[in-house]
């Protein structure tokens, strides 16, 4: 019988691998011959959810050849895939993101612009009357909490809580308490120095063409966490300022439960940043309710405030 492998996409996410381990199942149950696969490392939040539940990672691929026939999930386009994708014969995809896909073989392909792969493979467990085991299920509401941050996410459909409250009696899973334990341990930062964390996520910029700015950001369950390694984190900061020559260097603290920021903002322009968000920075710091994207919701602004 013909082998197939299932995988998600580079730099896998719990929804990535989770989908990958539940397809593989599914098919398997269907009398198909089908592995799941990981395209690198798995995540602390995924490593979290996969001991929990008591389920080994995928093995590690990196590249496909023409003698592979393979199952997509959560992604669909190329550079997201294993390398060599185009040369493999691609028999199905299940994915929930914009479609950029092109293949010479007819295939199956199913679609939902819903907030989580997994949510679309329950609906393939059911139209199939397969049952789904608890460790799966578990894996599979892991992945629904991951992608819509516990709900909380734009991206959220009222098909994905459906499924998830499905989910959670199946695996004996409290949805919140487990949820939240499960993003935590994918925000632990505690291995982390104050140098690392101020670089983890961090980019340059020249605001209104002067203020040479660094803005970086850390995600986090609890901003409290992070905050108790302020002074730290100060030091980096000014150092960083006379080291890089920074008019501005923000540190942003996401709260991805509950959707808002705490800065940490040095420099000599620190005005810029009581004016750009109408707040008084005390000992450095003030909270920014419902800021998370540093893209949208923070350089625009600041931007605006120097014009
Ligand atoms: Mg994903
Ligand atoms: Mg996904
Ligand atoms: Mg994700």
Known sequence: MEKLLVFGHKNPDTDSIASSIAMAYLQNKLGENVEPRRLGNISKETEYALNHFKIGAPELLTSVSEDDCVILVDHNEAPQSADNIEKAHIRMV???????????????????????????????????????????????????????????????????????????????????????????????????????????????FDLGDKIKTKISQVNTADINDVMSRKAKLEEVISNEISEMDLGLNIFLITDIINSNSQIIALGSSTDLVEKAFSVKLENNTAFLPGVVSRKKQVIPVLTAAIN
Do not use: R
């Open 94 to 204: 299940v994915d929930h993101h914009t479609m950029n896909f092109k293949t010479s073989e007819p295939l199956y392909y199913h679609a939902e612009p819903v907030g989580c792969t997994c949510t679309i493979i329950y609906k393939l467990f059911e139209e199939n009357n397969v049952v789904i085991p608890s460790d799966v299920a578990g894996l599979m509401l892991s992945a629904i909490i991951s992608d819509t941050l516990l709900f909380k996410s734009p991206t959220c459909t009222d098909l994905d809580i459906n499924v998830a409250e499905k989910l959670s009696k199946i695996s004996n899973t409290d949805i919140n308490s487990y949820g939240l334990e499960m993003l935590k341990a994918g925000t632990d930062l505690s291995s982390f120095s104050e140098k690392e964390l101020l670089n983890l996520d961090s980019k340059l």
